[in-house]
């Protein structure tokens, strides 16, 4: 381990099938007036939203709606949701649903006490919340699995007018103070959910392994990470109700984005990056867009981590060489019916320039890309 870090993950975490009974305890942490942030229905369809607002109401909180949070978050919603929260001076938030849920409720728990253009602030400049700033506290119970927000600071939103989506890692006071898993909460998910969402904790996984030349302890917990997910998203593909590969599922995404696997490392987040900015002109779900330019973006880092890509084969696949290793994670995202090109997800040629002006750009774990390149990787996963 080569660089300097510090390890602090306040999230208290509730996994398995009795984990909602845990919330009632919860409760008594928090203050009276809690904001319900939801989704466009499935926590309605599936008996969970009636579930959570009984033991609520029952532990005595008051309860202020905000439904309709979508997936991929946007501006206007996080507006709403600040507003409301401020309106009615809420002790704290509920977060109910996916990766969409609990990172906007982290957004609004950042921003309600902030004064000034919040977006600005935290989102395009990349601030923190100062030390004196109030903090609305946030509890998740969580519905899909992929992103690993539940327990990491991450907030992405899409200013939908100007098609740019971007993310801020907000700092461990906004990360959530409990999660609550349950798998079988995850049951209904779609299935090009599902799999959107392994192909995301797969990426995140990634984007912390593919970088630095040193032996480090984080790639070794990465790689067990890999073979696990690559173990059980066969199973959850072949079938969606196996409780077993959608418990490994859940737990993984948690672990491949929990800020453990970063310790030490510098880290890539391009492939998010441009997936980002796809994702922000065809509306694709996040995992999808992650795959779809992931060929062309690890062969060209291939080129320079070759003997990264030789582990990564090796250990993950079992295969002897850094091209074989691709092959093989090409043909696992066949294998689980993941798009592989930008097409698929309604991306055009004439798109590209868009999509590269709105991707941000920082130095990647082996490559440095210019907005030339990004338009090649998109070209060539056309
Ligand atoms: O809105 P509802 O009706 O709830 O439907 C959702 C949504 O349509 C549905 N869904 C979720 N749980 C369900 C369910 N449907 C039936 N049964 C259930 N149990 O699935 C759809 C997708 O949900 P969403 O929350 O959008 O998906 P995901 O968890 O993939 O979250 C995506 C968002 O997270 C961001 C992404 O960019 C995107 O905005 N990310 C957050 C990260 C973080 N915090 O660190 C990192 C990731 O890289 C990612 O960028
Ligand atoms: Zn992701």
């Given at each position: 381990?080569?660089?300097?870090?510090?390890?602090?993950?306040?999230?208290?975490?509730?996994?398995?099938?009795?984990?909602?009974?845990?919330?009632?305890?919860?409760?008594?942490?928090?203050?009276?007036r809690?904001?319900?942030?939801?989704?466009?229905?499935?926590?309605?369809r599936?008996g969970?939203?009636?579930?959570?607002?009984?033991?609520?109401?029952?532990?005595?909180?008051?309860?202020i709606?905000?439904?309709?949070?979508?997936?991929?978050?946007?501006?206007?919603?996080?507006?709403?949701?600040?507003?409301?929260?401020?309106?009615?001076?809420?002790?704290?938030?509920?977060?109910?649903?996916?990766?969409?849920?609990?990172?906007?409720?982290?957004?609004?728990?950042?921003?309600?006490?902030?004064?000034?253009?919040?977006?600005?602030?935290?989102?395009?400049?990349?601030n923190?919340?100062?030390?004196?700033?109030?903090?609305?506290?946030?509890?998740?119970?969580?519905?899909?699995?992929?992103?690993?927000?539940?327990?990491?600071?991450?907030?992405?939103?899409?200013?939908?007018?100007?098609?740019?989506?971007?993310?801020?890692?907000?700092?461990?006071?906004?990360?959530?103070?409990?999660?609550?898993?349950?798998?079988?909460?995850?049951?209904?998910?779609?299935?090009?959910?599902?799999?959107?969402?392994?192909?995301?904790?797969?990426?995140?996984?990634?984007?912390?392994?593919?970088?630095?030349?040193?032996?480090?302890?984080?790639?070794?917990?990465?790689?067990?990470?890999m073979?696990?997910?690559?173990?059980?998203?066969?199973a959850?593909?072949?079938?969606?109700?196996?409780?077993?590969?959608?418990?490994?599922?859940?737990?993984?995404?948690?672990?491949?984005?929990?800020?453990?696997?970063?310790?030490?490392?510098?880290?890539?987040?391009?492939?998010h990056?441009?997936?980002?900015?796809?994702?922000?002109?065809?509306?694709?779900?996040?995992?999808?867009?992650?795959?779809?330019?992931?060929?062309?973006?690890?062969?060209?880092?291939?080129?320079?981590?070759?003997?990264?890509?030789?582990?990564?084969?090796?250990?993950?696949?079992?295969?002897?060489?850094a091209?074989a290793?691709?092959?093989?994670?090409?043909?696992?995202?066949?294998?689980?019916?993941?798009?592989?090109?930008?097409?698929?997800?309604?991306?055009?040629?004439?798109?590209?320039?868009?999509?590269?002006?709105?991707?941000?750009?920082?130095?990647?774990?082996?490559?440095?890309?210019?907005?030339?390149?990004?338009?090649?990787?998109?070209?060539?996963?056309?």
């Amino acid at each position: 381990m080569q660089g300097n870090f510090i390890y602090h993950n306040p999230t208290k975490l509730y996994f398995g099938e009795a984990s909602l009974d845990f919330l009632k305890d919860e409760l008594k942490h928090f203050g009276e007036r809690v904001l319900l942030n939801y989704g466009s229905g499935s926590v309605k369809r599936s008996g969970l939203y009636d579930q959570v607002v009984a033991i609520l109401r029952e532990g005595g909180k008051t309860i202020i709606e905000n439904p309709g949070v979508m997936s991929n978050p946007t501006l206007e919603k996080l507006h709403e949701g600040v507003r409301i929260a401020r309106e009615n001076k809420v002790d704290w938030i509920l977060a109910l649903g996916g990766g969409s849920v609990c990172d906007y409720s982290k957004g609004v728990a950042a921003s309600a006490f902030f004064d000034g253009d919040y977006w600005q602030h935290f989102w395009l400049d990349g601030n923190q919340p100062a030390a004196e700033q109030k903090v609305i506290p946030v509890g998740c119970i969580l519905t899909m699995a992929g992103t690993g927000s539940e327990m990491n600071g991450g907030c992405v939103i899409t200013d939908a007018e100007k098609n740019y989506k971007t993310g801020h890692v907000f700092d461990s006071r906004f990360m959530p103070r409990f999660s609550i898993l349950n798998p079988r909460f995850t049951m209904t998910v779609p299935l090009d959910q599902m799999k959107a969402g392994i192909y995301d904790i797969m990426n995140h996984i990634f984007e912390q392994y593919f970088s630095g030349d040193d032996d480090n302890t984080s790639d070794y917990i990465a790689e067990g990470l890999m073979r696990g997910l690559i173990v059980a998203s066969r199973a959850a593909v072949k079938n969606p109700q196996d409780y077993e590969a959608r418990s490994n599922i859940m737990w993984t995404a948690t672990w491949a984005l929990n800020t453990l696997i970063k310790c030490g490392k510098r880290q890539d987040w391009m492939v998010h990056q441009i997936g980002h900015s796809i994702g922000a002109w065809t509306h694709a779900p996040h995992g999808y867009t992650l795959a779809s330019v992931s060929m062309a973006y690890y062969r060209r880092a291939m080129q320079n981590g070759r003997h990264k890509f030789e582990r990564f084969a090796r250990n993950v696949w079992g295969v002897d060489s850094a091209e074989a290793g691709l092959e093989a994670l090409k043909a696992w995202m066949e294998e689980i019916g993941l798009p592989l090109t930008i097409s698929e997800l309604g991306a055009t040629e004439s798109m590209i320039d868009d999509i590269v002006r709105t991707t941000n750009i920082f130095p990647a774990g082996y490559l440095d890309l210019t907005p030339e390149d990004i338009k090649q990787i998109l070209t060539e996963s056309l």
